[in-house]
């Protein structure tokens, strides 16, 4: 068996070993790519693959458990050893990474008492659970099993969030419990000493997440740690994640190369990100100063595009790498192409309260309850309030909601509530008593950073009130979006303009490519292919186009489905060959 061991140097089988490493996130890449994406790794001359696991893709419900297709990590680390690439795993319980709730499980919120990331005994006895089913898989495949995991982090960035070293010696000693031998590591900016050594704990290496400056800081680390350990920079941001309403974001390549020799230069390095991706479904998080979340790429201007395209950043980042190691190249074996399928027209379409009752069955309260509650943490709920014959509807407020809130009376569109005016009261331009007031209210995305973690439960969190009158007597509907409401959609249940609907579009291809779906004339939503949640679209970008990854689609009949909640339609839509 080879050992991997981290003493003054990293050391393999007792020869000095620097880390060449790029991230890959297996849970933003379709797994008929997995192969092609290493074998890219490989030829950029990296003997490393890094990875995420966030808790919330596995444990989709508390002790319910997905391992299969997309969720399979040990399939994509016998991928990597075949390619003779080692591992870097960061399993959770909190990875940020710009990912819903950072990786943790929205069910952790149904707790109202949950404190998050510290020696609170329930949420240490659910990271407790969820480790003992986690690291019995990825025992098997340390290096002192025969396999290509030399390490593993403890938690992630700790040292920005707080400085409970119990709870870090705890995930540490439960790793260990549950059969996790290899040299563990943490990671911190090193351009704060407070922040950098409150993420420190005995047993574990220290790493530094930088993008810029790497001399100097490097030089910081070499102070909190001493001299007697290697120098690694476990993100090494050689671009930037992108926010709704915000310009793209851009690293010069030039600039990427240059930060890279000093890394390699002076110790080991993880490219964050050598391929970005996509945050498919509703996963993309939210930044604790940002109001409209990530968008749905995260294509993170990486060495390779969210496609796997090579870009001139790999291609001057490759030759960098060529003066620290020999580059061995290994033939690509993943055939994939793009193609243009062309307009395609909108062949049904139904509004969503036309087909309310078709898809979710109302749930009956007093008080309103949270997604939490509702055991539905992502998507949408529509609350329902049936408003008295006698009373006219002049005022609606909302009190705690999250995050973004559409009224509706009597099936018209009437206000939004989002960001600063989420708690503004709104007088309605057209007053009638009776009927039904409806509050859309959708969750953009939980926090991935920063401190309000134990803040993102969603939903109406306090009341609605009516005339400066609280309401009571609650019809929620929650909307999911999942693959079986998508199949209870009736679209003959007639479409009104103006308010939340549902788009079908119907086409058949001989040809499977990767494509991009362009959602020009449509406001705010999320589209479908085949059932599969491909992510957010919003016309504010800078994102305008959903990355379409060939094994989505099929030969034959295809059908894409999208909800738009704004009122703003098209007749068709346009899948190109370029994003």
Known sequence: ???????????????????????????????????????????????????????????????????NGMHDICHFIELADKLGLYMIIRPSPYICSEWEFGGLPAWLLKDRAMRLRCSYK???????????????????????????????????????????????????????????????????????????????????????????????????????????????????????????????????????????????KNGSMNFYMFEGGTNFGFMSGKNNEKKTGIVTSYDYDAPLTEDGRITEKYEKCKEVISRYTDINEVPLTTQIRRLEY????????????????????????????????????????????????????????????????????????????????????????????????DLLVENIGRVNFGTGLECQHKGVLGGIRINDHRQYGFEMFTLPLDENQLDRIDYNRGYNDGVPAFYKFEFEISEIADTFLDTDGFGKGVAFINGFNLGRFWNIGPQKKLYIPAPLLKKGKNEIVIFETEGNSADSITLSDNN
């Not at 790519?33 to 508390?62: A, M, S």
């Not at 006219?392 to 809130?405: K, Q, Y």
């Open 1 to 67: 068996m080879s050992r991997f061991e981290i003493r003054d140097k990293f050391y393999l089988d007792g020869k000095p070993f620097k880390v060449i490493s790029g991230s890959i996130h297996y849970f933003r890449t379709v797994p008929e790519y997995w192969q092609d994406r290493l074998e890219k790794l490989v030829n950029i001359g990296c003997n490393t693959v890094e990875t995420y696991i966030p808790w919330n893709f596995h444990e989709t419900e508390k002790g319910n458990f997905n391992w």
């Open 342 to 437: 062309g307009e395609i027209r909108c062949t049904a379409k139904t509004d969503l309260f036309s087909t309310l009752d078709s898809i979710s069955d109302p749930i009956k309260s007093v008080y309103p309850l949270s997604f939490e509650e509702l055991d539905s943490y992502y998507g949408y709920v529509l609350y329902r309030l049936h408003i008295r014959e006698n009373e006219t509807v002049s005022t609606v407020r909302c009190e705690n909601a999250a995050d973004r809130v559409q009224g509706f009376r009597n099936g018209k569109y009437a206000f939004t509530a989002f960001a600063e005016t989420i708690d503004e009261q709104f007088e309605l331009a057209e007053k009638s008593a009776g009927g039904t007031t």
């Open 122 to 264: 329930p949420y240490l006895n659910a990271v407790d659970s969820y480790y003992s089913v986690l690291m019995p898989k990825l025992a098997p495949y340390q290096i002192d099993n025969g396999g290509n995991i030399i390490m593993m982090q403890i938690e992630n960035e700790y040292g920005y969030y707080g400085n409970d070293t119990s709870y870090l010696e705890f995930l540490r000693d439960t790793m260990r419990k549950y059969g996790i031998t290899v040299p563990f590591v943490t990671s911190d900016g090193p351009w704060s000493e407070f922040v950098f050594k409150s993420g420190m704990v005995d047993g574990a290496l220290p790493t530094g997440n930088f993008g810029s400056s790497a001399e100097w800081q490097f030089g910081e680390m070499r102070r909190f740690i001493g001299e007697d350990k290697p120098l690694m920079c476990m993100e090494f941001w050689n671009g930037w994640f992108d926010v709704w309403g915000e310009e793209h974001n851009i690293t010069a390549p030039e600039k990427a190369a240059q930060e890279l020799d000093i890394l390699l």
